[in-house]
């Protein structure tokens, strides 16, 4: 070709693949900037800019929301679940990375003027104080232009000339996506909140194990803030204007500012925060839930600075006026221009509540088998366990259930002094013949986690010629349960097979297969769950079946997440040691650990083992 | 003189052949060094001077061209 | 502004647009606009010294012109005395403008290493004197306009052309913008007619410049800049690495040397090529060369060109040499005594190339490296050849020329190790090391990838380089590649277009946030 065409060609070539760019840019779409053609991924999408995607998002989606909570990320943890429930609405949560005051009118504006909004929440916490409208660059934190009144020309230009690597990676990331939430996909589209499904599932204990667990808590990043009067005139301004729009369209406004760490409350000068705080006050009443014995409790935050769902929900309790569940005394309060002058003199002296007072060590002893040739890690003596039982009384300890725990976490109930909880696992008929009449005549409860697919299998391993160790049938389950001593649940309904006896793929505990797909894990799992419940509550007038201890122990957070799902709160292990419940805090007992008793354990090591807890 | 003057350029560079060749600066044959060479026993020898202005292909490409250079500075 | 940034790309777009539509006479000021803004974009104030050279040598020129015009105004027979009259004038004006230039490079480039070498002396004597030190920036590029303009100025001097009387086209020579950042160094004569030519619009320009800027940009981005990666690890710790490891670097260094000089060189070429001006080479396949001198001849080709017209050829064939060598000759005799003079000569050549690279110690030392064994191998000449002689071996045969590349290249590769080590100590200790403790396996056990590369990084450059190295073998063979290029269908020929851009945008412009684009010969 001559020169003219090969310039021609030329040019045409790097328009082309210019075009090509911006096409894969535009239909992939990873900052879920362009509206909802191509790869739709929601979650992806709000990890990578939560401004622009959640409007593009509601643009689709706006007539399943009619309020909304806006705020920075810790915004998140006010549990939509309850919100919908106090409130009588439903709510989308607009959280977005570093939200400042600017964003948060902004976003309130559009919402209101686009779509219905019946509640408005905004979250105002001290950075809204030393920063009013906090500029940058990054992709992440560019606000849609119909939000933010700039340009469009030069927003969606950024997102069409990409670098296309981004772009790639959400297809890559695509295939690697789980159940379980990953480093990109942190969010949960449909409520807008982060997702937490993996760290609410985790098992929180006592204070020393927490901290070698998240050593921020002990060495605090020390930062240097200082709030700014510029800052607190917008902020105020912009509050002032969001409750002016509020009040003009008949919505209800609400401001709470969130529970922050005391170190974090320490960056700041005090008479700056409380000239903040008070002149907040008379632009419109607040919820302040950011200092009180919360802000000093490190098991109450998943990280420096976000505070967990359980204290969300303890936080909308309040605001609510619900009594059934545990809120400490001083964390929240309305604060208005008449007690904000006492509410902060008050405030200013938050210490963490006392050890005793909110947190309890609980002992839980687990036993299986009890019978004469007591030679086994998992069988007892008749003998031995009248013992033990006999000086855990004398001793002056008192047996509780687990519906005792849940009532301490949840709703500030108190437990006895010296609490110890007992388990027998696998539900063996010596349990009934021996254990049973022992409990009942000295005073002591317990819980029996049965296998719901033997219960009343006397003679062989299901349709084998193997014999087992007999079980109880429901007949003798439901009279324990009459006693009032015993309640019956949960060890699963058939995933507890002896591998040797099984024709098929065995089962030997909860976990999943390494080649079974999520999918279908999980829907055997919750059928497990199912069956089991089931085969208590229609054969027993056992209220609930909520406890479960894993098979062997085995566990995982898929696992434990999945049995949360089905309704089970309180989940064992079979890992030594004792267990600090701490209120308010549910994920206290989850994985709760448990001492294992059989013939080799005397009376005086089972006394040794409960007494450490109080030490 | 010509037979001179290849005597003094056979004894300087006796790997090239000056007979024939004619493009001994623009193929890189002769070099700078070559060049100081022959110009300081031109000198020596004929008693002829040979400038900087004088070190062009022009006058160095072929045996006839350095040879009317060197009758040109003699006069 | 550097040749790998938008607004470089911009600027040039913008200048050849306006070329080619302003009126062809006025074509040479569309550039020297174009040039002055890049300076000034570039180096800001700076520009001064570059007005500073244009103004010396303008006026040197005309000064020239004036005592060379003398001869004319005399008949044919008088003309040689009324030169010998004037040439002490004639010699004052260069020394004069030499002086000028040099002397104001000097206090910008090499004052505060001086400053620095000498201040013990002074400490001795003078206690508590400080010598000043100059906080002067380095203008862009003054290594190489100021070399490029004396040249100029000598030319002139003898006779070569009449001086130019514009001084704005003047100016356009002396800072005409492709050549700012690392050269060539042209001559006028050469250059300075395209730049003032008159150009209608022809495709076949641009085409082949923006082919050469492609390829030049290619050996840059993706090669020298990945490659450079290696070689800051590797530098910035020795210590860390085993000899293997530094050889490693040193062997990195010298591809992105080359993939960085040639490649700019290239871009500088394709850019000037899209005006229709066609500069000087300034490589012609290095890896080939048989010898140090004539790595030389091949590697920084303008520079050694001038080193050799206005610095060598005057001083080996001055008075005060011509009577060294007559005294060489008697007291020593021989072929040896005959090469002393210019031995001599051209180890202050090499020494000067050397020093021209910087103000450092390190520079020194690469000068007296390249000249000892440059001046090694003239007086060792004779006993080579004997020896050679004596072994039956053929000067011609292919494995000896092999040989001779080989050793050539390792001459190179360790002086490389000279200019890049962190300090001059270091390279002789990094060098000790290569043979000493080399730690062979660190090159295959996997301490590659803990260079700040990763594998596929590697299989990169090392495709990379084959492919510059094929194209550099089919030049050596066959001659230019785009001619056969254009004898091939539109597929082929579109395919020539897509690749290397596809090329250019995955493996070098989406890597810009990992890798630096540095010119390493931009502040001479």
């Given at each position: 070709m001559d020169s003219k065409k090969w310039i021609i060609t030329f040019f045409a070539t790097i328009v082309f693949i210019g075009a090509g760019i911006i096409g894969f840019n535009f239909f992939v779409d990873p900052y879920g900037v362009f509206d909802n053609i191509g790869i739709e991924w929601p979650s992806y999408e709000m990890t990578m800019n939560p401004r622009a995607a959640k409007i593009t998002y509601l643009k689709d989606h706006h007539e399943e929301y009619d309020s909304y909570i806006i705020g920075c990320?810790?915004?998140?943890?006010?549990?939509t679940e309850q919100l919908n429930e106090y409130f009588d609405a439903s709510f989308y949560n607009m959280i977005m990375y570093g939200a400042d005051t600017l964003d948060t009118e902004q976003t309130a504006r559009y919402l209101i003027e686009n779509y219905e909004v019946k509640n408005l929440i905004i979250n105002i916490y001290l950075d809204n104080a030393v920063e009013y409208d906090w500029t940058r660059d990054s992709l992440s934190y560019q606000m849609s232009p119909e939000v933010s009144g700039e340009n469009p020309l030069g927003f969606y230009s950024k997102y069409l000339f990409l670098d296309p690597r981004v772009s790639l990676k959400k297809i890559k990331d695509l295939r690697q996506d789980t159940y379980l939430q990953q480093g990109f996909d942190v969010f949960n589209a449909e409520t807008g909140a982060y997702d937490k499904k993996v760290r609410d599932a985790e098992h929180i204990g006592n204070m020393e194990e927490y901290l070698a667990a998240y050593p921020a808590f002990v060495n605090y990043p020390t930062v240097e803030k200082s709030i700014d009067e510029e800052a607190v005139a917008g902020t105020l301004k912009s509050i002032a204007a969001i409750r002016d729009l509020c009040e003009q369209k008949g919505i209800r406004f609400m401001v709470v500012c969130a529970p922050v760490y005391q170190e974090y409350l320490s960056y700041f000068d005090w008479d700056a925060v409380e000239d903040f705080y008070t002149r907040l006050a008379s632009v419109t009443p607040y919820w302040d839930f950011s200092m009180s014995s919360v802000s000093c409790e490190p098991r109450y935050f998943y990280d420096e600075t976000h505070f967990r769902n359980c204290v969300g929900k303890m936080a909308l309790a309040r605001i609510a006026g619900d009594d059934s569940v545990y809120i400490p005394e001083d964390f929240g309060v309305y604060v208005t221009p008449d007690n904000a002058e006492e509410h902060f003199r008050e405030a200013k002296q938050a210490v963490a509540l006392d050890a005793e007072e909110n947190t309890a060590d609980v002992p839980v002893l687990m036993y299986h088998h009890i019978d004469e040739q007591g030679d086994d890690s998992a069988i007892i003596t008749p003998e031995l366990f009248e013992q033990q039982i006999a000086a855990l009384k004398e001793a002056g300890y008192t047996a509780v259930m687990p519906d005792d725990l849940l009532a301490y976490v949840n709703e500030g109930a108190e437990l006895p002094d010296k609490p110890v909880v007992i388990t027998f696992d696998d539900g063996y008929l010596s349990n009934y013949e021996y254990a049973y009449p022992i409990l009942k005549q000295y005073g002591m409860c317990a819980t029996i986690f049965v296998i719901g697919s033997t219960v009343g299998n006397t003679e062989h391993y299901k349709d084998t010629e193997y014999p087992i160790t007999p079980h109880f049938s429901f007949e003798q389950a439901q009279e324990m349960i009459d006693s009032g001593v015993i309640s019956i649940q949960s060890h699963?309904?058939?995933?507890?097979?002896w591998a040797d006896y099984e024709s098929g793929r065995a089962r030997q505990n909860i976990l999943r297969w390494e080649d079974e797909s999520e999918e279908d894990y999980r829907k055997a799992l919750t059928e497990d769950c199912e069956k089991e419940r089931q085969a208590i509550l229609d054969n027993t007038t056992e209220s609930s079946v909520h406890v479960l201890a894993y098979p062997g122990g085995a566990n995982d957070i898929l696992a434990q997440e999945t049995l949360q799902e089905n309704g089970f709160d309180v989940t064992f292990t079979i890992t030594p040691g004792c267990n600090t419940l701490v209120r308010?805090?549910?994920?206290?007992?989850?994985?709760m650990k448990r001492y294992n008793i059989c013939e080799s354990v005397s009376v005086d090591q089972v006394l040794e083992w409960v007494s450490a807890a109080r030490g | 003189m010509k037979e001179q003057l290849m005597q003094i350029l056979t004894e300087c560079c006796p790997d090239i052949d000056f007979e024939t060749e004619v493009a001994l600066i623009d193929d890189g044959i002769l070099e700078s060094l070559d060049i100081v060479m022959i110009v300081s026993e031109i000198k020596d020898v004929l008693d002829v001077e040979i400038t900087v202005d004088d070190l062009v292909p022009e006058n160095f490409n072929s045996v006839d061209q350095i040879l009317a250079l060197v009758e040109a500075r003699k006069s | 502004m550097a040749f790998t940034s938008l607004s470089f790309l911009i600027l040039v777009a913008i200048t050849v647009v306006v070329y080619y539509v302003f009126p062809k006479k006025l074509q040479w000021a569309v550039l020297l606009a174009a040039s002055l803004a890049f300076y000034c974009i570039g180096g800001g104030k700076t520009v001064l010294y570059v007005f500073y050279t244009a103004t010396t040598v303008y006026a040197a020129g005309l000064l020239l012109g004036y005592f060379n015009g003398k001869k004319d105004q005399v008949p044919k027979e008088q003309r040689k005395a009324v030169m010998e009259q004037y040439k002490k004038y004639r010699q004052l004006v260069v020394l004069f403008t030499c002086l000028a230039n040099f002397v104001l490079l000097y206090i910008l480039k090499y004052w505060n290493f001086t400053a620095e070498l000498f201040q013990p002396l002074v400490d001795r004597f003078f206690h508590g004197a400080q010598i000043p030190l100059s906080s002067l920036l380095l203008p862009l590029g003054v290594s190489f306009f100021m070399f490029q303009s004396v040249g100029y100025v000598i030319d002139v001097y003898r006779g070569k052309y009449p001086p130019e009387r514009n001084y704005l086209k003047l100016l356009l020579y002396v800072c005409f913008f492709p050549q700012m950042v690392q050269g060539p160094i042209s001559r006028f004569h050469e250059l300075a007619p395209q730049l003032y030519a008159q150009r209608k619009l022809d495709y076949t320009n641009l085409k082949y410049g923006i082919q050469l800027a492609m390829w030049g940009y290619f050996k840059k981005i993706v090669i020298a800049d990945r490659a450079a990666v290696v070689v800051n690890t590797v530098m910035d710790n020795p210590w860390s690495y085993s000899g293997s490891m530094i050889a490693f670097g040193v062997l990195f260094y010298c591809i992105q040397l080359y993939g960085d000089f040639s490649g700019g060189i290239d871009i500088t070429r394709g850019v000037a090529r899209l005006f229709g001006i066609d500069l000087a080479e300034n490589f012609q396949r290095p890896l080939f060369s048989v010898s140090l001198a004539d790595f030389w001849r091949r590697w920084h080709i303008t520079l050694g060109a001038w080193m050799r017209d206005y610095l060598f050829y005057p001083l080996a064939l001055s008075k005060p040499f011509g009577k060294l060598g007559k005294i060489t000759r008697k007291k020593i005799g021989g072929k040896l005594g005959k090469i002393i003079p210019t031995s001599l000569a051209t180890f202050i050549i090499y020494f000067v190339i050397g020093i021209w690279h910087g103000a450092n110690c390190r520079y020194i030392a690469f000068g007296f490296w390249n000249g000892s064994i440059i001046t090694m191998s003239l007086l060792l000449e004779g006993k080579y050849s004997a020896i050679k002689k004596k072994l039956h071996i053929n000067d011609k045969a292919a494995w000896f020329r092999a040989f001779q590349i080989m050793r050539t290249c390792f001459i190179v590769f360790l002086g490389r190790y000279i200019t890049r080590a962190p300090r001059f100590l270091t390279a002789i200790w990094m060098i000790k090391e290569t043979f000493l403790h080399p730690v062979l396996p660190n090159l295959w056990d996997g301490t590659i990838l803990t260079l700040g590369l990763g594998i596929m990084d590697y299989v990169v450059i090392l495709l990379s380089v084959m492919v510059m190295l094929a194209a550099e073998w089919y030049q050596e063979k066959h001659g230019v590649i785009r001619e056969a290029l254009e004898k091939q269908g539109f597929l082929v020929q579109w395919l020539a277009i897509l690749i290397p851009l596809l090329v250019l945008l995955c493996f070098g412009i989406l890597r810009s946030d990992t890798i630096s684009s540095e010119f390493i010969y931009k502040q001479f």
């Open positions: 990320s810790s915004t998140s943890s006010f549990p699963t309904y058939d995933m507890h097979q308010g805090i549910p994920q206290s007992l989850i994985g | - | -």
